[in-house]
């Protein structure tokens, strides 16, 4: 076989190689669902239902797209509420605390127990205006 064949499958190899690595080696956002997403504005939040893995940390990237301040905030499990007068801190599992119109934050949270959760948010009248999701921990 000669020099020019050889290094031609070499390169084709090492070319085949490469393409296998970048189309599975994706980001942590698909590979492990270290890394979710959420925006919020006037009342609504996009999207509104997310998942995790149960015991891994991950990040929540909370941006407010909203003229308003608005807040991220998972209910305890077994403790949803179907209106703003049922709220109470004791409810809260993880907060992401008034973030003010325009502004971004990145969080880390953890969550052991697997199970479905409410996600509110907890400024004043906010919730009753249908500020509400839901975030699967499996």
């Known amino acids: ?15 085949v190689l490469a393409i296998t ?3 599975c080696g994706g980001d942590d956002d698909d590979a492990g669902g270290n890394s979710i997403q959420a925006r919020a504005a006037e ?9 995790v893995n ?3 940390e991950f990040s929540i990237e909370f941006t407010n797209g909203g003229a308003i301040e608005h807040e991220w905030v998972v209910i305890e499990l077994g403790e949803d509420i179907e209106s703003e007068d049922e709220f109470a801190e004791d409810k809260v599992l ?7 119109a325009g ?7 953890t ?4 199970g479905t959760y409410q ?20």
């Open 1 to 15: 076989m000669s020099q020019v064949l050889r290094r031609s499958r070499l390169a084709a190899g090492v070319l």
């Open 21 to 23: 690595l970048v189309a």
């Open 43 to 51: 009342f609504s939040f996009e999207p509104t239902s997310w998942t």
């Open 54 to 56: 149960a015991g891994e």
């Open 94 to 100: 993880l907060e992401i605390e008034a973030v003010p």
């Open 103 to 109: 502004e971004s934050t990145t969080e880390p949270f």
């Open 111 to 114: 969550i052991d127990a697997a």
């Open 119 to 138: 996600v509110i948010c907890a400024v004043p009248s906010h919730f009753n205006a249908g500020m509400e999701g839901s975030l699967t921990v499996s």
